[in-house]
């Protein structure tokens, strides 16, 4: 009797550690395929395009696309060189932009503003460089302008610049090229000439 005590209470045991072995190898699966899930890229990041961060004064640079935003200015009334004006509230936005691989397609089809949830796209009314033809290795310059509500030249704002690889609603897929904007500390002009559109100096 003394003898198989231990065999039967060693036999008793071992079902009870193969039950914890699979529960504990259970639980690391499970946390395992929740981290998985968590690290896993929506499958729309596959064609998001590829961010490069801009600053005002210095040039930026994607796949096909240098630019430089040299000024942002506001105010209540746009002009440009042909006399075509337009009140209201204006964010204009003063760039030089390239191509660097290929002019072959390589419009500025993309110049899009996101601000307090809301998306906003530069005017094509006037003399703008809205979907402006760019030159490989020769910057072009001019203006975007972007009409606002009354009441949104205040908070953050996002600037967002590519060359869009379909049509000019298409994501580019081969970068973009985003701008932070403080809208606060913009001073808000009467009147804003846009740049007429021709060769950065």
């Known amino acids: ?5 231990p065999a039967a209470g060693t036999a008793a045991r071992t079902p009870v550690v193969k039950t914890v072995l699979v529960w504990a190898l259970t639980l690391a699966l499970l946390a395992a395929a929740w981290g998985l899930v968590k690290v896993t890229l929506p499958d729309a990041a596959a064609q998001a ?3 490069t961060v801009a600053a005002i004064g210095e040039p930026a640079v994607t796949r096909n696309l240098e630019v430089t935003v ?7 009334r746009v002009t440009d060189s042909d006399g075509w004006s337009a009140d209201g509230t204006w964010l204009v936005i003063d760039l030089e932009a390239s191509s660097r691989l290929t002019q072959n397609g ?16 530069a005017t094509e009314r006037g003399d703008t460089f809205a979907a402006q033809q760019l030159v490989t290795g020769v910057p072009r310059a001019g203006s975007l302008a972007f009409e606002l509500p009354s009441d949104a030249l205040t908070g953050t704002a996002t600037l967002q610049l590519g060359i869009p690889t379909g049509a000019v609603i298409d994501v580019p897929l081969d970068g973009m090229i985003v701008l932070t904007l403080d ?6 002009d009467d009147e804003a000439a846009l740049l007429e559109n021709g060769w950065a100096r």
């Open 1 to 5: 009797m003394t003898d198989d005590a």
């Open 49 to 51: 395009p590829f961010e």
């Open 106 to 121: 390589a419009l500025l089809g993309l110049s899009r503003l996101e601000l307090g949830g809301r998306e906003f796209t």
């Open 70 to 76: 040299t000024d942002v200015r506001a105010a209540h």
């Open 183 to 188: 809208l606060d500390g913009i001073p808000v």
